[in-house]
């Protein structure tokens, strides 16, 4: 199982930046899809996160109202989209599947089986 995440790149602050994240040879639709990050000297954490059917979302508190998942089943592809950046935000960015299997949205990096290689994300003030 691949996942490759794409997307990445430098930005000046209250730019927007669209993360991608496609995969081969699982059943996407069967998995719930999250995106990490981590910066440098910190713990990876979890930005936000969707379910298999795309109904339910789940945001981090510094994202919320400026970064938007999505996902589309029929392409196998989950989008991470960031508008009004911060340089807070730079990190390296990780997409993860679930795998199949779990009915609950996994909001912990424990509970994703598969992911990508990341994608470098830096914002300038």
């Known amino acids: 199982v691949q996942l490759q995440a794409s997307g990445g790149g430098l930005v000046q602050a209250g730019g927007s930046l669209r993360l991608s994240c496609t995969t081969s040879?699982?059943?996407?639709?069967?998995?719930?899809m999250g995106w990490f990050r981590q910066a440098p000297g910190k713990e990876r954490e979890i930005v936000a996160a969707?379910?298999?059917?795309?109904?339910?979302?789940y945001y981090t508190d510094s994202v919320k109202g400026r970064f938007s998942i999505s996902r589309d089943n029929a392409k196998s592809t989950v989008y991470l989209q960031m508008n009004s950046l911060k340089p807070e935000d730079t990190a390296v960015y990780y997409c993860a599947a679930s795998g199949s299997g779990i009915s609950w949205l996994p909001l912990d990096e424990d509970h994703y089986a598969y992911w990508g290689q990341g994608t470098q994300v830096t914002v300038s003030s």
């Open positions: 040879r699982l059943s996407f639709r069967n998995n719930h």
């Open positions: 969707i379910e298999w059917s795309g109904s339910i979302t």
